[in-house]
């Protein structure tokens, strides 16, 4: 049986998150506001959301790596090279480490919004405000539940609006959030809503979408990526130890204990013109998708899965 509330399941049995495996050897945040004490007090008062996921630590990776590690695509591009001022939304912030970490490398021009579920805001914001030195003043914390239009609205015309017009996302930010297939289809809504105008005002505006996942279980999870790939195109992160001459490129995740990715997606631009349709039962089956009703369904992730699993079986 589903809770009525999303954040306690029933039967809910979690511990605090621990780092994960050598990939992320000595990458550690130390801020006491996501370490095991105040993850158990967060879990108590916050369920799942009081949690720090597994995949949010390879993302907060992604977001700040080392001098010596290179990823492609990069999260930011080098600080060589002039860039538009950066706007990332994050879906399903929880406990706010990833939001917390992006706020660490944003310039003082850039904008953060984290966002969850109206009761879990205060502790978003909270630790956000507790585990962030960076000199940005432009990151909030903001209800939207997943395809919410009331939430969605009220975000766009108070953080996204200026005097010269909308102001469109660059980012688009999920760790973690890909487990209960009854949240697979609102995940899917949410993501079409936010690169969608009013966040995308503009087609030819592309907004990133970067998702930090863990493999749980493939046959519940298996239906998000068959629909989300017919609305997005999308590819794993890439990574490279600069410090040996002979490190090859592999996808990053690739050697932790658990099947981790993190995928960059962005919208098809067919696809601004298809209709969403209003069932989630309807979206998982691919309905809408190509502008037609038929029940279909993308293979990129079942593709790259295989892919996976050669490279374990050939290593």
């Not at 999870?221 to 890439?238: C, D, I, M, R």
Request: one cysteine or more; proline letters at 8%; hydrophobic letters at 40%.
């Amino acid at each position: 049986m589903f809770s009525t509330n999303v954040n306690f399941p029933e039967n809910l049995n979690i511990s605090p998150s621990e780092y994960p495996d050598r990939e992320l050897n000595g990458v550690r945040n130390e801020h006491s506001v996501f370490g095991d004490v105040a993850q158990r007090q967060a879990i108590e008062k916050y369920g799942i959301a009081g949690r720090i996921w597994e995949a949010a630590y390879f993302l907060s990776r992604y977001v700040d790596p080392p001098s010596n590690v290179k990823f492609e695509p990069p999260f930011i591009g080098p600080s060589t090279i002039p860039r538009r001022n950066l706007v990332i939304l994050e879906l399903g912030s929880g406990a706010g480490m990833t939001s917390s970490r992006i706020a660490e490398v944003l310039n003082e021009q850039d904008t953060l919004i984290a966002t969850d579920l109206p009761d879990v805001c205060p502790l978003l914001e909270s630790n956000i405000r507790a585990s962030t030195t960076s000199a940005i003043s432009s990151v909030y914390a903001r209800p939207l539940a997943w395809g919410n239009e009331v939430h969605g609205a009220a975000i766009s015309s108070e953080l996204l609006t200026s005097p010269e017009g909308s102001i469109s996302l660059t980012h688009v930010v999920c760790s973690d959030l890909i487990y209960f297939p009854e949240l697979l289809a609102p995940l899917l809504r949410a993501l079409l809503q936010v690169t969608s105008p009013p966040f995308s005002p503009s087609i030819d505006a592309a907004v990133n979408v970067v998702i930090s996942y863990k493999l749980r279980s493939l046959s519940k999870e298996t239906p998000f990526w068959s629909a989300f790939g017919l609305w997005f195109s999308f590819e794993p992160v890439l990574v490279k130890d600069m410090s040996s001459v002979d490190s090859p490129w592999q996808r990053f995740g690739e050697s932790s204990d658990d099947p981790v990715f993190i995928f960059v997606g962005h919208r098809r631009p067919e696809s601004f013109s298809w209709t969403v349709p209003p069932d989630d039962s309807d979206l998982l089956n691919g309905r809408g998708a190509m502008g037609n009703d038929s029940v279909k369904g993308d293979d990129t992730f079942e593709t790259l899965l295989f892919m996976t699993m050669d490279d374990i079986m050939n290593a």
